[in-house]
């Protein structure tokens, strides 16, 4: 059975900073890529940031290029998120996401498979 465990989600003040983790268990981390997607209240779920299988492609939505920073360690089957300079329409439910080492858009939903069940990131201004 595949999971997929978000942590790290809360409440900040704008400006402030947070690290979600995804833990993944199930299937073949260090041949997945990982992805992070936000929802907020009322909107379609996004891309935020991606990370291929041996960390060597890296993507990021315009919006957070420059705060956030994704990463992953193989050894612990975790995929990281920081997230700087936090602002109020950063305010949302985080999501991690897995997809095959061999998927190329994977800064788009498509090529996800897997998925974690959310992780509430609220930023007050």
């Known amino acids: 059975q595949v999971q997929l465990v978000e942590s790290g989600g809360g409440l900040v003040q704008a400006g402030g900073s947070l690290r979600l983790s995804c833990v993944v268990s199930?299937?073949?981390?260090?041949?997945?890529?990982m992805g992070w997607f936000r929802q907020a209240p009322g909107k379609e779920r996004e891309f935020v940031a991606a990370?291929?299988?041996?960390?060597?492609?890296?993507y990021y939505a315009d919006s957070v290029k420059g705060r956030f920073t994704i990463s992953r360690d193989n050894a612990k089957s975790t995929v990281s998120l920081q997230m700087k300079s936090l602002k109020p329409e950063d305010t949302a439910v985080y999501y991690c996401?897995?997809?095959?080492?061999?998927?190329?858009?994977?800064?788009?939903?498509?090529?996800?498979?897997?998925w974690g069940q959310g992780t509430q990131v609220t930023v007050s201004s």
């Open positions: 996401a897995a997809a095959p080492a061999t998927a190329a858009a994977i800064w788009a939903m498509d090529p996800y498979d897997d």
């Open positions: 199930g299937r073949t981390f260090s041949r997945s890529a």
């Open positions: 990370i291929s299988w041996g960390g060597g492609r890296i």
